[in-house]
């Protein structure tokens, strides 16, 4: 699975409203199934992606993200200069 759509489903599960970490990435690899390497490290390249769409803009976080459990991220929600106003 391609980076991109390994984004697609992480903006997917993380919706406009927050959502712990952990519940992204439970979403997401169950939703790639085989194509994430298994165990942990298969939850880390999601976890990198999570960071990367946080830094791009298209992620908001709240707490440290590297814990898992006791942050959340949310979909960033546009800008006036994005609507077109």
């Given at each position: 699975?391609?980076?991109s759509?390994?984004?697609?489903?992480?903006?997917i599960?993380?919706?406009?409203?927050?959502?712990?970490?952990?519940?992204?990435?439970?979403?997401v690899?169950k939703?790639?199934?085989?194509?994430?390497?298994?165990?942990?490290?298969?939850?880390?390249?999601?976890?990198?992606?999570?960071?990367?769409?946080?830094?791009?803009?298209?992620?908001?976080?709240?707490?440290?993200?590297?814990?898992w459990?006791?942050?959340?991220?949310?979909?960033?929600?546009?800008?006036?200069?994005?609507?077109?106003q």
């Amino acid at each position: 699975m391609g980076t991109s759509q390994i984004e697609a489903l992480i903006l997917i599960a993380a919706r406009d409203r927050w959502t712990k970490v952990a519940m992204v990435i439970a979403k997401v690899a169950k939703s790639m199934g085989s194509d994430l390497p298994t165990g942990n490290a298969g939850h880390e390249v999601i976890s990198e992606h999570i960071e990367g769409l946080i830094r791009a803009g298209h992620l908001e976080a709240q707490g440290d993200t590297k814990n898992w459990r006791f942050s959340e991220v949310r979909r960033s929600s546009p800008k006036p200069s994005d609507q077109g106003q």
